[in-house]
Nanobody, 124 residues
Framework: QVQLVESGGGSVEAGGSLRLSCAASGYTAIRNCMGWFRQAPGKEREGVAIIYTNDGWAYYADSVRGRFTISQNNAENTVYLQMNDLKPEDSAIYYC?????????????????WGQGTQVTVSS
């Protein structure tokens, strides 16, 4: 059973930065995918960024490309989301998700495993 624990959320002013972390445990597959998703009040959960943990290939939603960076530390089974130039519309609960093994879900929300979420609030 894969377990995901997120940390790093908080409140920041527009233009500021935050870094989210997601520590994973329980992987048994060779090819795993991890991603960050977010859900704002009254909106559907949406994909933000994903990474294939075996080769580091990453993909971003258009709304965050160029501002957010997903990265990993394979030795610690941890994935990060560096968020720069934050905007009020980035405010949401951010969730880490994983597929083990990868099933090609991309930015869709059909991942097998989910963290508990961490709140990000950006004030104008």
């Amino acid at each position: 059973q894969v377990q995901l624990v997120e940390s790093g959320g908080g409140s920041v002013e527009a233009g500021g930065s935050l870094r989210l972390s997601c520590a994973a445990s329980g992987y048994t597959a060779i090819r795993n995918c991890m991603g960050w998703f977010r859900q704002a009040p009254g909106k559907e959960r949406e994909g933000v960024a994903i990474i294939y943990t075996n080769d580091g290939w990453a993909y971003y939603a258009d709304s965050v490309r160029g501002r957010f960076t997903i990265s990993q530390n394979n030795a610690e089974n941890t994935v990060y989301l560096q968020m720069n130039d934050l905007k009020p519309e980035d405010s949401a609960i951010y969730y880490c998700a994983a597929d083990s093994p990868c099933r090609g879900s991309g930015l869709g929300t059909g991942y097998q495993y989910w963290g508990q979420g961490t709140q990000v609030t950006v004030s104008s």
